[in-house]
């Protein structure tokens, strides 16, 4: 069965660290990619996608994801990160081709980033 | 546009009681979903539907019903609370298979 692993349950960084978030998926096929965004007490919210070309891509606030192909991964990255990206942060996946495409987002369990001020 | 709307916000049952959580949206996409978030779980689906009249279980519909008689609206419904359901439920839409949902606010749910 299709799977989203997010290596990272809960990382506390400084402000100014940079930020790598681990997503890795199982699926041989053609996958959509996401990250969502969870401000405390807030709905998620996309940061960023991945449908198909370039595999660098970049969404809102200086995050950027890297689809990996030969290694299943859409690892999560921000140079510099601040006290407001404390947030939970979630990787999806959706299967694009098909008839059957019903758009289902399977998603990771998630990653906690607290951010030292 | 109001987006993706859900109703109530909060909401505390005693076990056995049912009750109606509502979601709306105005941006006139054919697919919609319930999700329930747990701590540590991500967020797992519990039914979609891909047009009015149409819907399907996700991957944790036990002890949930859905119906979706118009485009706009996609209740979901519980019909004998249990502890288990304790949650947050969050409702999204998107236009076509495979593209980014909208989500709403969430309905914190509490079962005692």
């Known amino acids: 069965a299709q799977s989203v692993s997010q290596h990272n349950h809960h990382v506390i960084l400084s402000e100014a660290a940079s930020l790598e978030l681990g997503c890795n998926y199982s699926?041989?096929?053609?996958?959509?990619l996401f990250w969502y965004v969870q401000y405390p007490g807030q709905h998620l919210q996309l940061l960023l996608k991945?449908?198909?070309?370039?595999?660098l891509v970049k969404g809102i606030k200086g995050f950027e994801a890297e689809f990996i192909k030969s290694k299943f991964s859409f690892n999560l990255r921000k140079p510099s990160v601040q006290w407001s990206d404390t947030a939970e942060y979630f990787c999806a996946v959706t299967f694009p081709h098909g008839s059957s495409n019903t758009g289902k987002l399977i998603f990771g369990q998630g990653t906690t980033l607290q951010v030292k001020p | 546009n109001a987006g993706v709307t859900q109703t109530p916000k909060f909401r505390i049952l005693k076990i056995g009681q049912s009750m109606t959580l509502q979601c709306t949206q105005d941006m006139n996409h054919n697919y919609m979903y319930w999700y329930r978030q747990d701590p540590g779980m991500g967020l797992k689906l519990i039914y979609y539907?891909?047009?009015?009249?149409?819907?399907d279980k996700g991957e944790v519909p036990n002890g949930y019903n859905v119906s979706r008689s118009t485009t706009e609206d996609f209740p979901l419904r519980l019909e004998l609370a249990a502890p288990s359901q304790t949650s947050v439920y969050f409702c999204?839409?998107?236009?076509?298979?495979?593209?980014?949902?909208?989500f709403g606010d969430g309905t914190r749910l509490s079962i005692l």
């Open positions: 991945y449908f198909s070309g370039d595999p």
């Open positions: 999204a839409s998107t236009p076509k298979g495979g593209r980014p949902q909208h």
């Open positions: 699926y041989g096929g053609t996958v959509n």
């Open positions: 539907s891909v047009g009015a009249g149409i819907t």
